[in-house]
């Protein structure tokens, strides 16, 4: 290949569609399923070289496995191709494809939106007519579900058998993984993920196909040991198919929404994030404020490796305006004629889009400062709400907090909030996130405005995006914290007092750069706000049994949990540690003394009632932690 992404791919796997990947398994004889595993595992060795139209993988030296990449992904099973006699019913062939990121659905190249997003203008009004036909009574889509009338004379959706059918090989398969655990799911276990994801996909179920794609990308990054997995983002997706396959109206939401052409739309830059995905994808986006004050986004993301993100960033925003995009996120101005926009606020880059630049405003001007007026407490909980809300409902930014606050010895003190710990979104060496917060950690007394995003199970730390302070000579600074490596220039010199001493509750800084107004310091020997230790334990039996599946969560059970749950009021977490505990090690017999054979459902469902029941113990909990405590009347 000649692209910037062909490059890319000549030192990393293409991204390969789940089709593709489920379907290598399925050609193997069964005396060749038993060794995939190990197969797998010797994959990661054999070296990637770049070939004309994708890459190839020397196996030895007489075989090699060929995969050509299509608009950057691998997506017909004749697109991989083996060298050796047994080929295509061979291990060298289905490892490589089982190694291989999946491509995620979701994650479009450019390209692919662009012809899209071009037809999205003739498909308007063409829609609106389609809507008003199927309003009076028109047909639907073959392949959606009947409405099945009720005694109220309204309509709720039925699935049709092949839904149904799609739903339990869905149910069987995440039990499936979830009875065996991260360490006993191998390549088998997610190979029939995929091929439960597909029928659901075919069958109109976009929303838990979805969801077990990313299940079954995330088994292969924990069994990769990739830097950037983590163990609750399984569980929680985990939790989410296991529910979805339970409440058949939520599954058969859609998945996916079009581009809808809109009116002229003025854009204010906010920041621009640099993109990384575990899935073979890399680029960078930026966040804009509409009038209305809604967010919207531009992005530039296609396969590719972390490096790709900085070049991204400098892609021109759509229209032929010559503004790059991380210009646009620095504080400058864009007008766009003709856009099309998702329902989720990414803006579409098809032909018809003309822009021209217009003035910004900073953080402090209008109308971004607004972002900033809201209490900390309340933006914490509308990202909570906004994260609760499923995948391709949300809105763009709705998980961004926009914080004012101060540097101290014992962290970041948020104005009107608690005192919180900077993390860095992404570890990667290649974006400078942690070398930029701990340039910040050594200047006690400076004062910050953040753009952070809200760590749901951490409540003492939020991943700091971008930053803004006063420099120097007195302007402000503002900067993408994962794209510009900053240096102890850029940062005013530590004040006077040391790093470790806190600034007295109620006395303003005296010096250094200015304050934001109505900020004070926090109290002396303030803390980052905890949650309950009995709840953090809860949450790691539940992840525990997520890595370790049945047998683990069998043998590793905590006989004191429940009632530590219940001396600190945590009664109904007692009962679903309980629950969860019965049901791993519910291993029952007959009459006649012979052991039945195990109830997956039953765990499965005593394990997603715990989870359930963590998630919404520790929202509650969460936004409580970062409500101040009302003033001590009785002191006056």
Known sequence: MTTDSAADSATVLPPVTAEVAAGALDLLPARLRKRVDGAVAKAAGWPVEAAEDGVLVRVAEDTAVTLRVTAGIVASPGDAVCSCLLAPACLHRAAVLSFAPLAVEQEE????????????????????RGERRETAGGPGEAG???PASTAGGTAELALTPAQSKALDALREAVTAVL???????????????????????LAGLYRPAGTAVRIARLLGEARSDDPGFRLSGLSGELAELLDLVRR?????????RDYRPEGPLRLYGLFTEPVVTASGYAGATVYALAPDGTLRTLSDVAPGGPERALQASGSPVPGGCALGLRELGDGRGVILTAPTVSPDGRIGGGGAVRSVRAAGAGWREAPLAALWERPPAEQLASALAWLSEPAEARGAGGDLLFLDGVVTGTGFAVAAGPTLRLAAPDERPELPYAENLALFAG???????????????RPDRVRVLAASWTGHDGEPVRADLGLRLLNRSHIPAERAGGAGQAVPSGQAVASGPAVPAGLTGPAEGGAPPALPVELDLLRRTVDRAVAGGRAVTAASADDELPRRLRAVGLTTGARRVEALTEAAADRRHDVLGRLLPADPGGFALAWLSAAVYASAATESLLVAAWTPAPPDISAN
């Not at 009875?179 to 996909?201: F, K, Q, T």
């Not at 058949?248 to 996916?256: D, E, G, K, V």
């Not at 004062?447 to 749901?456: E, F, H, M, T």
């Open 144 to 146: 959606a579900a009947a």
């Open 443 to 457: 200047r006690c007394g400076l004062a910050l405005r953040l753009i952070a995003r809200v760590v749901p199970d």
């Open 179 to 201: 009875v065996a655990g991260v360490s006993g799911s191998g390549v088998v276990h997610r190979a029939e993920l995929l091929h439960a994801a597909h029928s659901a996909r």
């Open 109 to 128: 190249t450019e390209e692919q939106e662009e012809k899209k997003e071009e037809t999205a203008g003739e498909e308007g009004k063409a829609g609106e």
């Open 248 to 256: 058949p109206a939520a599954a058969l939401s859609p998945a996916r």
